[in-house]
């Protein structure tokens, strides 16, 4: 999908795939099935480029989920959009990695030492 043929309705289709991405993602952790995990991590994938290709307006839709109720949602969408809301990407994932709450403390403490390394 290109930034020209991306209308509300697909545009709206895409995020909602990426929040049921994220929350299977996040059901398949909680019951140690790494096979879904790892199916719904490379859908997610998929999508973000998706919505990466399709440009400001999607991304903003992403940031949008900042506040979502569920933590995997508001990692996935700060990790999503680190190139395109940088200091408010990283305020996510510095207030997810505070929380301490594994596994997402974790990977939000992995992405903030990655950025460090990178001088970013």
């Known amino acids: 999908m290109t930034k020209s043929n ?3 309705d697909n ?9 049921a991405l994220s929350l299977r993602q996040d059901e398949a952790e909680e019951n140690d099935d790494i096979r879904q995990q790892n199916a ?8 973000e480029n998706a919505l990466l290709e399709a440009g400001p307006v999607a991304l903003t839709r992403l940031v949008g989920l900042y506040t979502h ?4 949602v508001r990692l996935n969408a700060a990790i999503a959009t680190l190139d395109f809301a940088p200091v408010e990407a990283r305020r996510v994932l ?10 997402y403390a974790a990977e939000a403490w992995e992405k903030l030492d ?5 001088g970013r």
Do not use: G
Request: charged content about 30%; cysteine-free.
């Open 6 to 8: 991306l209308d509300r």
């Open 11 to 19: 545009l709206d289709e895409l995020v909602s795939s990426f929040v």
């Open 40 to 47: 719904a991590i490379r859908q997610r994938w998929a999508l």
């Open 69 to 72: 109720k569920n933590i995997q």
């Open 94 to 103: 510095e207030v997810i990695r505070s929380w301490r709450i594994q596994p």
């Open 114 to 118: 990655r950025l460090e390394t990178q």
